[in-house]
């Protein structure tokens, strides 16, 4: 896959113009009916949305500091987005009314970081060594235990299928890219395995 992000500024700043027009579109989405079939209105909300679009920054990325600048910037434009944008749509629509969400605002830059550093770490499965296969494991496990997380829910509530149609297609595209690149498949289908079990049992659905 071509390193389309570099170092440089104007790769951040495409990357962050990324982010504000991802941002805003999620936050029209966000106005969708809620709890219906598709949950549209949900699209950002869940991890996997998140876990999809920063592991292709990182397969796009020239260098680790590269991946953890660009997930950073992505993440805040997106946020900037799209608590500025309901700011901006309520002076003319009053369906849009709420205001700057500063509070809000402040917690997800700063959840930024940690998803940046993520980021970071993750770029060295680009190594030639065994621990590639645990790091390549690591986003693909995480789309996996969401996937059963919604398939459960979905069976209950019949809502959220955009969310598990996108992990399952996320999860099976990132699972089979990854089994060409990893140092050693069998380390690779261990870690998956337990990653997945990891991230279902601790993270709070």
Same mark, same amino acid.
């Given at each position: 896959? &071509?390193?389309?992000? !570099?170092?440089? +500024?104007?790769?951040?700043?495409? #990357?962050?113009?990324? %982010? +504000?027009?991802? @941002? %805003?579109?999620?936050?029209?989405?966000?106005?969708?009916?809620? &709890?219906?079939?598709?949950?549209?209105?949900?699209? =950002? +909300?869940?991890?996997?949305?998140?876990?999809? !679009?920063? !592991?292709?920054?990182?397969?796009?990325?020239?260098?680790?500091?590269?991946? @953890?600048?660009?997930? $950073?910037?992505?993440? $805040?434009?997106? !946020?900037?987005?799209?608590?500025?944008? =309901?700011?901006?749509?309520?002076?003319?629509?009053?369906?849009?009314? %709420? @205001? /700057?969400?500063?509070?809000?605002?402040?917690?997800?830059?700063?959840?930024?970081?940690?998803?940046?550093?993520?980021? /970071?770490?993750?770029?060295?499965?680009?190594? &030639?060594?065994?621990?590639?296969?645990?790091?390549?494991?690591?986003?693909?496990?995480?789309?996996?235990?969401?996937?059963?997380?919604?398939?459960?829910? /979905?069976?209950?509530?019949? +809502?959220?299928?955009? =969310?598990?149609?996108? &992990?399952?297609?996320?999860?099976?595209?990132?699972?089979?890219?990854?089994?060409?690149?990893?140092?050693?498949?069998? #380390?690779?289908?261990?870690?998956?395995?337990?990653?997945?079990?990891?991230?279902? $049992?601790?993270?709070?659905?």
């Amino acid at each position: 896959m &071509d390193k389309v992000l !570099t170092h440089s +500024t104007k790769s951040y700043i495409k #990357i962050f113009l990324v %982010g +504000t027009l991802v @941002g %805003g579109i999620c936050r029209l989405a966000d106005y969708f009916p809620a &709890d219906t079939l598709w949950s549209f209105s949900s699209i =950002q +909300t869940l991890l996997g949305f998140w876990i999809i !679009t920063n !592991t292709i920054i990182v397969l796009l990325s020239a260098s680790n500091i590269c991946a @953890g600048i660009s997930s $950073f910037l992505y993440m $805040f434009g997106m !946020t900037l987005s799209f608590y500025g944008l =309901q700011a901006i749509l309520e002076m003319f629509i009053p369906l849009f009314s %709420g @205001g /700057f969400r500063f509070s809000l605002f402040v917690l997800f830059t700063v959840l930024s970081i940690p998803c940046a550093i993520a980021a /970071f770490i993750l770029y060295y499965w680009n190594k &030639d060594c065994v621990f590639n296969s645990i790091l390549y494991a690591l986003p693909v496990g995480a789309l996996i235990a969401e996937t059963i997380a919604i398939f459960i829910y /979905f069976q209950t509530h019949h +809502t959220f299928l955009f =969310q598990l149609l996108m &992990d399952i297609v996320g999860a099976v595209v990132f699972l089979l890219m990854f089994w060409n690149r990893v140092k050693s498949r069998k #380390i690779y289908i261990i870690a998956l395995i337990i990653s997945s079990l990891a991230f279902y $049992f601790i993270f709070p659905w």
